[in-house]
Each structure stands twice: as C-alpha cells, then as structure tokens.
C-alpha cells in the first residue's frame, strides 16, 4: 500500500475570512477529528495535495499527517470540497484513525480482462457497470487500496452480485449488515443490449431509396 505523508499547520483562525486567506496562501484549510480527541484546525499545501490526487489510492490509504512537525499520527480522508469549476481544493476533513478500531471505507472496484470477455466481443452487448465502489468493513491494516473482480469468463445474460466479490482477508461489506443479505445483494455488473436508433438522415435516405426504386418499376 502507497504512503502518503502530509505535512499540516494548526491553525486558531477561524471562519470564511480565514479560509479565504489560506486559500491566497496556496494552502487548504481543513480539520483533524476522532479517536476520542479534540477536533484541531489544519491547513495543508495546496500544490502537494494536488499531487496526491493524482493517485487513485490517496483516497482509500492509511495517510500519516504531522502537524507542525509534532509526531505523525494515522488519517484517512473523510472529505474533500473541490471548487465547481476551477482546479482549486477548497477544504480537506481528516479522521484519526486506531489500529484496534474497524474502519468503514468506500473503496473502488477494478474490473479486469473487461475487453477479452465474451460478453465484450458479442455484437449488440454492452457491459453495464451498476455499481464502481464499496462500502467495506476492516481494521486498518487490512484496507485495500481496491478491491479486483476477474470478468474474464463473463458472457451475454450474467450477472455479478456483491455476494460474488472475493473479498481480501478480514475485510467484509458493510451492505449485508443491514439485514437479510439476500434484501442487499445488489448487481454490480450486467449485459444490455444495444438498440439501433436510425438518424434523421439515415430515414431520408432510406424513403428516397425507396421511391426511387418505385419510379424505377
């Protein structure tokens, strides 16, 4: 698993007016909470974060934060407000982590051997991915990064379900802890068929053809 390593400040100013002057700074304000401690403003390097992000696996891995070069303790990031249309971080939520403490994490789904499925190379078929992450269940030092589903074999009419998932050891799906596992079995993946709208012109084309041939008989 990747090691990210993120370098914070504390910070006592508070509200809009202080963010917005970090924001001029090139720097991300944000907060520290949990494990049983005081929340603590922080704010974070701009420029590095943008880095970070750059990696799937910033978002689903055990971060090691120090503030003010104090020891470094373990996060994860629980939030991260994006600016609607400029590439600009507009605040970061950081949970302190336990390693004796389940951790609840929503991490991506990769599919593999897509292409080479012969629901892929069947004319007509797509792929429908109904679901692209999970909601899982771990002590952090089991938190995958992602977690792999092989749909080599998968072929027109098959369905793949959350219960279908091979899940690494001691990670489970928080989904079946609502209930009957069968009420949340969700699809994760399935096969449509694609349907042929003609266009507009393909239409006109195909009348003119048509009434050609009639003038033609």
Request: aromatic letters at 4%; glycine letters at 6%.
């Amino acid at each position: 698993m990747a090691i990210f390593k993120v370098n914070a400040e504390l910070r006592d100013d508070l509200g809009k007016g202080a963010s917005r002057r970090l924001r001029r700074e090139n720097r991300i304000p944000g907060i520290i909470y949990g494990a049983g401690k005081d929340p603590r403003a922080v704010s974070v390097e701009h420029h590095k974060v943008l880095k970070f992000i750059e990696d799937e696996a910033f978002f689903t891995s055990i971060l090691e934060l120090s503030a003010d070069g104090g020891k470094r303790q373990k996060v994860v990031l629980r939030d991260m407000q994006r600016h609607p249309s400029k590439p600009i971080i507009m605040h970061m939520d950081f949970q302190r982590i336990s390693d004796n403490e389940e951790l609840h994490m929503n991490i991506p789904l990769h599919f593999l051997n897509e292409d080479d499925s012969p629901a892929a190379k069947t004319a007509g078929i797509i792929i429908a991915h109904q679901i692209t992450e999970v909601e899982v269940a771990c002590l952090p030092a089991d938190l995958p990064e992602f977690i792999e589903i092989d749909i080599a074999e998968f072929k027109e009419g098959d369905i793949v379900r959350l219960s279908d998932i091979k899940l690494p050891k001691g990670v489970s799906l928080t989904a079946f802890s609502h209930g009957d596992e069968a009420d949340h079995d969700e699809v994760v993946i399935s096969t449509t068929h694609v349907v042929s709208v003609a266009t507009d012109s393909e239409e006109t084309e195909e009348i003119a053809e048509e009434t050609e041939e009639k003038t033609e008989d």
